[in-house]
């Protein structure tokens, strides 16, 4: 199968210098939506037609691995799948979709490729309580015989209720054919793509249809008010499979999806959280209210406190992270770890029951097992020009307020006193202190504010 994606419009209503096509959905552009899907129906060629924003659309998306073919001038979806036509295998059928229609399901467009067969041509309809804009189905004998757009069509013609949705599949060879014959003598003065329903139909070629299971598979987005539209719909439908695979979700309109969430059982998320990229949940995890996880794996039985950052990290089993946590890029935490409230972590791996529990700094760390990390400490892990890592043993107690000047290693059971800049290896199972002899000075005055 062939699949032709056209791209090419403008998207004024978007009021915005970017490409309609290019404006996110659940964090990934529109047309990635529709390629993706196009994807999993095992075409053996995609196509896509691009024309407003230069080359902006073929270079932001470079890595979908597919064609690319410019339409310039942009003169209707007629002429727009005519500049794929060199590209199309005239021995498969060829899907027609839409850029700016992300929600469009696998299931229900193969329902239409099947329809279609090698020898038929079958349109995705839709019935609408308003169908005000959209070119109507007109049906002799319940039979599909043309398409009329709203700005051609008759008082009796717009009554129509059946829709197009411009989605279609055809059989190659009469596709150029009909295309080859398409005229532009219309209200908008374009070649329509759904001048070829008529054609197909005079010249006895079958005309099939289905429709979706959802109304909002087939909605297309021009405005910013569409936009955000389709992102409500999409995440309410990702919320329900998620109910239904047993999550609790405190509000199943607060919650944001921008990739894939994988659940275990019995996890709980509270409201305002968003997942991004590829995030999976054991078993009894909690997600506590305000919560940004990308990239992720958490185990068992962690919970993450409220207004915690997860980036690029794997957590451990029964770990407690946050509130207002952030674990960044590399970070790897061992099982009953805890990470409290203003605690960053970067590129550092904690073994198991080890803690950190506020106010902390840790990057660039290989930290052992049962080790207290106290308040205000931090790793200072970076001279300028290179990063340089630290060692912390097990059973080590960093005490508060400390500053472990890497390369440096804290040897097994090693204390490091309060307050101290630890620039040399810490022996094990000693204490080390570095400050200055505490004086008071009592004759001493705060210096006063001299006026301007």
Known sequence: MNVV?????????????????????AGKPLLSHVISTAKA??????????????????????AEDV????????????????????????????????????????TTLQTLVDKAGK???????????????YGRIVRENNRIVRIVEQK??????????E????????????????????????AQQEYYLTDIIAMAVKEGTP????????????????????????????????ANALLEQGVTLADPNRIDVRGELHCGR??????????????????????????????????SGAMIKPFSHIDGTRIGSDAQIGPYARLRPGTVLGDDVHVGNFVEIKNSQFDAHSKANHLAYVGDATVGARVNIGAGTITCNYDGANKHRTVIEDDAFIGSDTQLVAPVTVGKGATIGAGTTLTKDAPPDSLTVSRAKQISIASWQRPVKIKK
């Open 5 to 25: 994606i056209l791209a090419a419009g403008m998207g004024k209503r978007m009021q915005s210098d970017l490409p309609k096509v290019l404006h996110p959905l």
């Open 266 to 299: 019995d996890v709980s998320i509270d409201v305002g959280c968003v997942f991004e990229g590829e995030v999976v949940l054991g078993d009894g995890v909690v997600i506590g209210a305000n919560c940004v996880i990308r990239d992720a794996k958490i185990h």
């Open 41 to 62: 129906l095992n075409p053996s060629r995609i196509c896509v037609v691009y024309g407003h924003g230069g080359d902006l659309v073929p270079s932001q998306l470079a």
């Open 163 to 186: 829709v197009n949705t411009g989605i279609l599949v055809a059989p190659t060879r009469a596709l150029k054919s009909w295309l080859s014959k398409l005229s532009n003598n219309n």
């Open 67 to 106: 064609r690319f073919v410019l339409q310039s001038p942009q003169l209707g979806t007629g002429h727009a799948v005519m500049q794929a036509s060199d590209a199309l295998d005239d021995s498969a059928p060829t899907l027609v979709l839409y850029g700016d229609v992300p929600l469009t399901t696998a």
């Open 152 to 161: 051609d069509a008759s008082d009796s013609e717009r009554a129509i209720r």
């Open 119 to 133: 020898e038929r041509l079958a349109v995705l309809t839709v019935d609408l309580e308003d169908p005000t804009g």
């Open 207 to 238: 005309v099939e249809s289905a429709q979706p299971a959802q109304v909002w598979e087939t909605l297309g987005v021009n405005s910013k008010v569409q936009l955000a539209e389709l992102e409500r719909i999409y995440q309410r439908a990702i």
